[in-house]
Every structure is written in C-alpha cells, then in structure tokens.
C-alpha cells in the first residue's frame, strides 16, 4: 500500500494506530505528546506511560488508545537534537524501524506517524521528513500496511497567514502570469480559496494589508556611525564581485558552515544538481526555482539572496507571485522548506516537495 502524506491533527487519524514522540522519562513532554495525551485520557495514559519506566533514545513501546480513535499508540522515544553529530539520526531511524517493528508484532493494519522529533525535540523538519520517507518507503517495500505521515498542520504553517494579504494583491495583477512564466516555465493556476473571496469583500481587506507589510518592515532608526565599517566584510564582497554562481554558492556555503550534502536535505535539492555543482562549479547555472531554494538552505539575508539571484541572472520581481513567497519566507528567516513547498502549492503553484 502506498504511503499517504495529510493535513490533519494527528489524533484525529481513524487508523489503528497512531505514534506518539515520547520522551525518554515517564513525564509528558510538550507538543505532540501533550495532545496525544489530552485526547487519549491524560491521568490513564499518564499511569500506563509511568508503569512502563524509563526508555531508551529510538526504542518504542506500544499502549492502549483510550479515548482516541486509535486503537493504540505506540510511542517512539524521540532523540533531542544537538547538532547532528551525536547520533541523532540513527536514533531517529530507529523510532520508526522500532514503531513500524512493533505495529507488525501486533497485527497492526493501519498507522499514522507525525514527524518524529521535529517539533519540541529540535530536529530540523526537512532532515526528519528525509528520514520519514526512507525508512517507511523501505518497510513498505516487502510489507503490506496502511501508513499515514502527517506533514502538515496549521501551527507549522502559521506564519503563512501572513501572506495572505500580499499573495490577493497580487493575485489582482494582469502581470502576474505572464511573468510567472517567463521566469518559472509554467503558469499561475489560482486554486479556489474562500477565505480569500471572503478577504476580498471585507472593508477591512486593505487594512489587513497595511498592517502586514507595516509588521514585515524594520523599524526605521537612527543610524549609528561610530560602529564604523567592516573592512573584512567590504574586502569579502570586493574579492568575490566577479565570482559566477557555483563559484560563489560554494563561498557562501563555506561562510554560512554549511556542506552541499547538507542542501540536499535543507534546500531539497537533489544529489544531481549537487554532483553539477561540484563538477561544474565555473559554468553552473541553475533555474530559478533552484536558486532559491539554494539561498533558503543557505539561510542568507534578502541582501544576500538578490546578490546570489544576480550571479545566475535573475532578480526578484515584484509581479512574480513564486517571488513574492520566497522573498516573504527569506525576509522573516524563516528556512522551512517544507512551510515553502507548502505554501506554494496552496497557491496554485507546483510544490517542491511533491509527494
């Protein structure tokens, strides 16, 4: 049976079992855990959690539902994440390899998984939805079971809302798709939102606008000049003026300490554009989409984004709706691939991470 990738809280799932990200001592951790926890029947979960004692990082265990609509919970002891170099994701493979081991054990036909330890555990989100994919993707290639990863929620799409706004007023413009595709190939498709006809009728809709581009916009403040200029950052820029866009991506990566095996997860890109990268560096040239998602991965400023944009002879438009949410995500650090992709598709453009 194929994996499915919903929208939905996760104790809500009508499958027999739902997981859980548990932690490793018999207390109730925040996040998932405590909502599991509140559905399920918090002073009966809470007892048989505590009679089950300590548990190891990446082992599981398995307890009734209760009041849930899952017949059980199986409860994955979720790894905090340090820094990525103490073993996290092993530990984090073998929460589902030890969940999925389990659900078998106990003739589990139907399972829905959050994203384990991305939440209050600090795992990066697109490193764990990595892991996700590859150990269910691999469980289900010799076992049949229903299997349900919930990616998305409204919390984790929140600051989302916020474009709303911006994406209507563009939405207006007779520009847009003629410019969406000359710099992306493929045209807007708007899907049919009621809220955003909703917003549209509403006096206040231009409100709403001034006030999210007023909160998205730095404070206007007076300069402060003995901070006097940085000398090493001028003769950076001097220095790498000429670079073309592989050359200078592998700059900014070494100066953001980050690796191009590491964008394959934080950015999303694939192990080929990372081979052409490397092998190609001086004549790299990626689509623009690509660029984008290189300067998310890369976790650069706006600044920085518009100045490795240029290098591959791109530059943000302020008619391009794609832009517009890249800008947006960038202008708040907000370096979510998967809040990225998410918001893309929900307006009728292709997502990164198309399942």
Same mark, same amino acid.
């Given at each position: 049976?194929?994996?499915?990738?919903?929208?939905?809280?996760?104790?809500?799932?009508?499958?027999?079992?739902?997981?859980?990200?548990?932690?490793?001592?018999?207390?109730?951790?925040?996040?998932?855990?405590?909502?599991?926890?509140?559905?399920?029947?918090?002073?009966?979960?809470?007892?048989?959690?505590?009679?089950?004692?300590?548990?190891?990082?990446?082992?599981?265990?398995?307890?009734?539902?209760? /009041? &849930?609509? +899952?017949?059980?919970?199986?409860? =994955?002891?979720? @790894?905090?994440?340090?820094?990525? $170099?103490?073993? #996290?994701?092993?530990?984090?493979?073998?929460?589902?390899?030890?969940?999925?081991?389990?659900?078998?054990?106990?003739?589990?036909?139907?399972?829905?998984?959050?994203?384990?330890?991305?939440?209050?555990?600090?795992?990066?989100?697109?490193?764990?939805?990595?892991?996700?994919?590859?150990?269910?993707?691999?469980?289900?290639?010799?076992?049949?079971?229903?299997?349900?990863?919930?990616?998305?929620?409204?919390?984790?799409?929140?600051?989302?809302?916020?474009?709303?706004?911006?994406?209507?007023?563009?939405?207006?413009?007779?520009?847009?798709?003629?410019?969406?595709?000359?710099?992306?190939?493929?045209?807007?498709?708007?899907?049919?939102?009621?809220?955003?006809?909703?917003?549209?009728?509403?006096?206040?809709? /231009? &409100?709403? +606008?001034?006030?999210?581009?007023? =909160?998205?916009? @730095?404070?206007?403040?007076?300069? $402060?000049?003995? #901070?006097?200029?940085?000398?090493?950052?001028?003769?950076?820029?001097?220095?790498?003026?000429?670079?073309?866009?592989?050359?200078?991506?592998?700059?900014?990566?070494?100066?953001?300490?980050?690796?191009?095996?590491?964008?394959?997860?934080?950015?999303?890109?694939?192990?080929?554009?990372?081979?052409?990268?490397?092998?190609?560096?001086?004549?790299?040239?990626?689509?623009?989409?690509?660029?984008?998602?290189?300067?998310?991965?890369?976790?650069?400023?706006?600044?920085?984004?518009?100045?490795?944009?240029?290098?591959?002879?791109?530059?943000?438009?302020?008619?391009?709706?794609?832009?517009?949410?890249?800008?947006?995500?960038?202008?708040?650090?907000?370096?979510?691939?998967?809040?990225?992709?998410?918001?893309? /598709?929900?307006?009728?453009?292709?997502?990164?991470?198309?399942?």
């Amino acid at each position: 049976m194929p994996l499915r990738i919903v929208r939905n809280d996760i104790t809500k799932m009508n499958t027999e079992a739902i997981v859980n990200t548990a932690g490793s001592k018999p207390i109730v951790g925040t996040g998932c855990d405590t909502a599991i926890y509140n559905a399920a029947g918090y002073e009966k979960l809470l007892k048989a959690r505590e009679e089950i004692g300590t548990v190891a990082e990446g082992e599981a265990f398995i307890t009734p539902g209760f /009041e &849930l609509q +899952a017949r059980y919970i199986i409860h =994955a002891v979720s @790894p905090l994440y340090i820094d990525g $170099d103490h073993g #996290e994701e092993d530990k984090l493979r073998n929460c589902y390899k030890n969940s999925l081991a389990l659900a078998l054990k106990n003739n589990i036909a139907s399972i829905s998984f959050p994203l384990i330890a991305t939440g209050g555990f600090g795992y990066p989100r697109a490193y764990g939805l990595r892991v996700a994919l590859d150990e269910i993707n691999a469980f289900l290639i010799d076992h049949e079971m229903d299997i349900n990863l919930v990616v998305f929620d409204e919390q984790s799409t929140e600051l989302a809302t916020k474009l709303h706004p911006q994406i209507e007023a563009l939405i207006e413009d007779n520009e847009v798709r003629a410019s969406q595709k000359k710099e992306y190939g493929f045209a807007v498709t708007f899907p049919s939102l009621p809220f955003m006809e909703r917003r549209r009728r509403s006096k206040s809709c /231009e &409100l709403d +606008a001034m006030v999210c581009f007023s =909160a998205a916009a @730095p404070a206007v403040q007076e300069a $402060d000049y003995d #901070e006097g200029i940085d000398e090493d950052e001028l003769h950076n820029r001097i220095k790498h003026v000429a670079d073309p866009f592989g050359v200078y991506l592998l700059y900014l990566a070494e100066r953001q300490g980050k690796t191009l095996t590491e964008l394959e997860n934080t950015a999303w890109v694939s192990k080929h554009v990372v081979h052409n990268v490397k092998k190609k560096t001086d004549t790299y040239k990626p689509d623009k989409r690509t660029a984008f998602q290189f300067a998310l991965g890369l976790e650069l400023t706006l600044d920085d984004t518009r100045d490795l944009l240029s290098r591959a002879g791109y530059a943000i438009s302020p008619s391009a709706l794609e832009d517009k949410i890249w800008e947006f995500y960038i202008e708040n650090e907000h370096y979510d691939i998967i809040d990225v992709s998410d918001s893309l /598709e929900k307006y009728g453009l292709k997502p990164i991470i198309d399942f």
